[in-house]
C-alpha cells in the first residue's frame, strides 16, 4: 500500500531528508528559516532520525559547520532562505571550490530593502555563479523527491557538487497537499551510504580547502566547470533509476508542457509553473497553440532542452520573480543565449517580486500579448507584470 | 603532565619568517596533540604560508576554513566525529589575532555556547601580519601599523586591546588559559590539559612577530618573556568558574624598554607610556581581583 501524506512542502522537504538519513544537520533559526528545521530536530529528539542536530548562531557558521562535517564522511543538511542565504554567500563559493557534497533547501524569498517576508526567487537567482547545482521544484511531491535525487547528485563521484533545493518561499514551503511518501527501503536502495573519496582520515591524512597558484588555480576552476557540466547526464540517469525505483520521475533539466504544437510558449521557474499549466489548459479549450516550459535546474543549465521544447513556437515569453537590475531577469539572459541563433520573439515577464499574487488572468494577458506580437514590431524587452495600483 | 615532546614534526616545511612566533606555537602544540588530530586554520599567517597547493606543511588531517569559520568548522568537525563513532581524537584550531577577536568572535562565541570537545587557540601576534601589517582589536596602544600610522596627531593605535580571554571565560566555558611562547613548558602544559577537557577549551597564546613588531628574528622569545616581566601580558587559567594566576611578578620590569625594542613602538611618547602603564595597572588589577575572589 502507497504511503499517502497531507503535508507542506517544508514537511515534504523534512520527510525526505529523514529518508535521507544524514548523520549531521546544521541551522539557524532565523532569517528566516522554514519549519524543515523544526520537524527535523523533533525527528531527532524522537530517534526516528539518528543524526546529531547542531543549534549554530548563523547561516554563515551553519554552512560552515556542514562543510566540515561532510569532508569527514557525514552526509550534511542545512536549510535557509532569503537573508540568510545571502549571508551563506562566501561559504557557499568555498563549498563548491572545495567540491562538497552538500545539500541544502532554499525558501526563495525577497530580500531586503524594503523588507518582505513574501516569496521572490531573486535570493537564489543572484547566487547563480556560486557554482552550485540549483533545482527548482513546483510542488512538494517535487520537492521531497528532489530533496532524495539532490544526495544522490551531489555524492555521485563524478559529481561532488552541492545541490541547493529551491522551493517558493509561502507559495509552496506554507500550503499543504497529499504526497506520497517513498519507503525506507525504496529510498535505501536508490541512495547508497555516502562515501567519500578523498576524505579526512586519521590513518591517510589530507590538507584540504588550500591556496593554489595562478598557475593551479584556473585548472581546478576548469574541473568544477566540467563537473557541473558532466552532472547533466548523471541527473538524467539518477532521475529515471529513481522512476524505476518509486514510480515517479521528472524528466530531466527542464520539462515541457503542451510544446509540441505550441506557437507560444511561457517558460516558468517553481511553483508558478502549475498556474501557467492551468492556463495553458484553459486556451487549448479556444483553439490556442500554447504551452508551458518548466526550467528545473538553473545550473547546470538546460540549454539544449530549452531549444528543442521551443522548437515550433515563435513567440516565447519567460516570466520570472526576479530582476537583475539594469538589463533582465536573470532567467531571461539565460534563455535568450540559449535562443540566441533562432530568431524567435523573445520577451521577458518580471512578476511576483516581494510576494505579490501572479493570478490565473496575468498569465492569460501575458499569452495574449505574445499572441499579438507581428512581425518586425519592435516589443519592450523587460516588462514588470501587476506595477500599476 | 608531558615529560617529553614528541619526536615527530606535524607542521614542518612552511615558509614563515625566521623567528615566526606563530608557527612555533602551531608546532609545539601539534607535537602535545599528536597524529589523531584534525586541524582547521582560518585565513591568517599559518594559512598562508603552510598551505600553498602543491606544498603542503600539516602531515596531519588539516584543512582552511573561511576567516569567520574557524570555530564553526571545528563544530562541524567534532560533530561529525561522534557521528562517525571517531572517539580518540583531537579537533584543534589555530587562528590569529584578527581571525579571532574580529570577524571570528560569533562563531567562537556560538562553539562555547554548545560546548563541543575542541581546542581552540589564538596566535596573538596583535596585527594582521600576513597582509601587511594592519590593526586588528587586539593591536596594542601606541602601536604603528600600516592602518594606524603614527603622526603628530594620533600616535598609532588607540586600541585598549580587548580581553579575549575575559570574553571566552564570560561563556563559563571549561577550560580558557592564557599563554606565551616566552614560557613554553606553561604553554605545553596549558595544550596538555586542553587535550583532556570534555568539553570547549581557549587557549590564547602571545606569540610575537618579528616582522609586524620590528625586532631580530632572534629576539622572537626573548620579547614574549619581556611582556609578561613587564606587565603587558599575564598568564592566567580559567576552569570550571575558577581563575588561577600562572606566573607572578613581583616587580614589573621598565615598559619603556620592552617598547623601545620594538620598531612599531618606537615613535611613542613618556605621555603614551604612562597611558600603556595605567592600561597595564588596570588589566593586572582586574585580573588579580578575580583570582582572590575565588
Redesign the interface.
Known amino acids: 500500500m502507497k504511503n499517502k501524506v497531507f503535508v507542506s512542502g517544508d514537511e515534504a522537504v523534512a520527510l525526505g531528508v529523514k529518508l535521507a538519513k544524514p ?2 544537520i ?1 541551522a539557524y533559526p532565523i532569517t528566516p528559516q522554514t519549519i524543515v528545521v523544526e520537524r527535523l530536530a523533533e525527528m531527532v529528539e524522537k530517534r526516528e532520525l539518528e ?2 542536530y ?5 547561516e ?3 554552512l ?11 552526509r ?1 543538511f542545512t536549510a535557509t532562505s532569503s537573508q540568510g542565504l545571502l549571508y551563506m554567500a ?2 557557499m563559493h ?1 563549498a563548491s571550490g572545495g567540491r562538497v557534497p552538500l545539500v541544502m533547501m532554499n525558501a526563495n524569498r525577497s530580500v531586503a530593502l524594503p523588507w518582505s517576508i513574501f516569496g521572490d526567487q531573486r535570493d537564489s537567482l543572484s547566487l547563480l555563479d556560486s557554482g552550485w547545482i540549483q533545482v527548482y521544484v513546483e510542488d512538494a511531491q517535487e520537492s521531497l523527491d528532489m530533496i532524495i535525487q539532490a544526495y544522490a547528485i551531489a555524492e555521485h563521484k563524478e559529481v561532488l557538487t552541492p545541490v541547493m533545493i529551491n522551493l517558493d518561499g509561502f507559495v509552496l514551503t506554507h500550503t499543504f497537499e497529499a504526497i506520497e511518501v517513498p519507503t525506507q527501503e525504496q529510498v535505501t536502495k536508490f541512495l547508497p551510504k555516502f562515501e567519500l573519496e578523498g576524505k ?3 590513518d591517510n ?9 595562478p598557475a ?1 588555480n584556473i585548472l581546478f576552476k576548469a574541473q568544477q566547470h566540467q563537473a557541473m557540466e558532466h552532472s547533466r547526464i548523471i541527473i538524467e540517469e539518477l532521475d529515471k533509476q529513481y522512476e524505476e525505483i518509486t514510480g515517479r520521475g521528472y524528466g530531466g533539466l527542464a520539462t515541457g508542457y503542451k510544446t509540441e504544437d505550441a506557437d507560444i510558449i511561457i517558460i516558468t521557474l517553481g511553483s508558478i509553473t502549475g498556474l501557467v499549466k492551468d492556463v495553458v489548459d484553459a486556451l487549448r479549450v479556444e483553439g490556442q497553440k500554447v504551452g508551458v516550459v518548466k526550467i528545473r535546474y538553473m545550473r547546470p543549465f538546460p540549454e539544449k532542452e530549452i531549444l528543442q521544447l521551443c522548437k515550433n513556437a515563435s513567440n516565447i515569453g519567460v516570466l520570472e520573480k526576479d530582476i537583475s537590475f539594469g538589463y533582465h531577469g536573470t532567467v531571461y539572459t539565460n534563455v535568450a543565449d540559449a535562443l540566441r541563433t533562432t530568431g524567435k520573439k523573445l520577451i521577458n515577464y518580471v512578476a511576483g517580486l516581494g510576494g505579490k499574487n501572479v493570478s490565473f488572468n496575468d498569465i492569460k494577458n501575458i499569452f495574449g500579448e505574445l499572441k499579438s506580437i507581428d512581425d518586425g514590431q519592435i516589443v519592450q524587452t523587460v516588462n514588470f507584470v501587476g506595477v500599476e495600483g | 603532565m608531558l615529560k617529553m615532546l614528541d619526536q615527530e614534526e606535524y607542521f614542518y616545511g612552511h615558509k614563515g619568517c625566521g623567528g615566526c612566533g606563530g608557527s612555533l606555537a602551531v608546532r609545539l602544540a601539534l607535537k602535545v596533540l599528536g597524529k589523531n588530530t584534525f586541524v582547521v586554520l582560518p585565513a591568517g599567517c599559518m594559512s598562508a604560508v603552510g598551505f600553498v597547493y602543491p606544498q603542503l606543511c600539516f602531515s596531519v588531517n588539516a584543512l582552511i576554513s573561511p576567516f569567520a569559520s574557524t570555530a564553526a568548522m571545528l563544530s562541524g568537525i567534532r560533530v561529525a566525529a561522534k557521528s562517525l563513532n571517531i572517539t580518540d581524537c583531537n579537533v584543534v584550531g589555530f587562528a590569529g589575532d584578527g581571525g579571532t577577536a574580529d570577524i571570528g568572535l560569533q562563531a567562537l562565541s556560538g562553539a562555547i555556547d554548545r560546548g563541543d570537545k575542541i581546542i581552540y587557540i589564538c596566535y596573538d601576534n596583535e596585527a594582521y601580519m600576513n597582509t601587511g601589517v594592519q590593526q586588528s582589536s587586539l593591536t596594542p596602544y601606541g602601536a604603528r601599523t600600516t592602518t594606524t600610522p603614527p603622526g603628530d596627531h594620533i600616535h598609532g593605535s588607540t586600541n585598549n586591546k580587548k580581553d579575549m580571554f575575559e570574553i571566552v571565560a564570560a561563556h563559563h566555558i571549561k577550560y580558557a588559559a592564557t599563554a606565551s611562547i616566552g614560557n613554553i613548558p606553561d604553554y605545553i602544559r596549558k595544550v596538555e590539559k586542553a587535550k583532556n577537557i570534555n568539553g570547549t577549551s581557549y587557549i590564547h597564546v602571545a606569540a610575537p612577530c618579528p616582522t609586524g613588531w620590528g625586532i631580530e628574528s632572534s629576539d622572537t622569545i626573548s620579547i614574549a618573556k619581556e611582556a609578561i616581566e613587564c606587565g603587558l601580558w599575564y598568564l592566567v587559567e580559567y576552569e570550571d568558574g575558577v581563575y588561577k594566576l600562572n606566573q607572578e611578578i613581583q616587580e614589573y620590569t621598565s615598559i619603556k624598554v620592552y617598547l623601545k625594542k620594538q620598531a612599531r613602538f618606537k615613535h611613542v611618547t613618556d605621555d603614551d607610556i604612562k597611558i600603556i602603564e595605567e592600561q597595564r595597572d588596570k588589566k593586572n588589577n582586574f585580573i588579580k581581583g578575580k583570582v582572590k575572589k575565588i
Do not use: R
Open positions: 548523520n549531521v546544521a543524526a546529531e547542531m543549534y549554530v548562531e548563523s554563515h557558521s551553519a560552515a559547520a556542514v562543510m566540515g562535517a561532510s569532508v569527514l564522511g557525514a550534511t562566501e561559504v568555498y579526512m582520515d586519521l591524512p589530507k590538507n584540504l580547502f588550500f591556496s593554489s597558484s593551479h
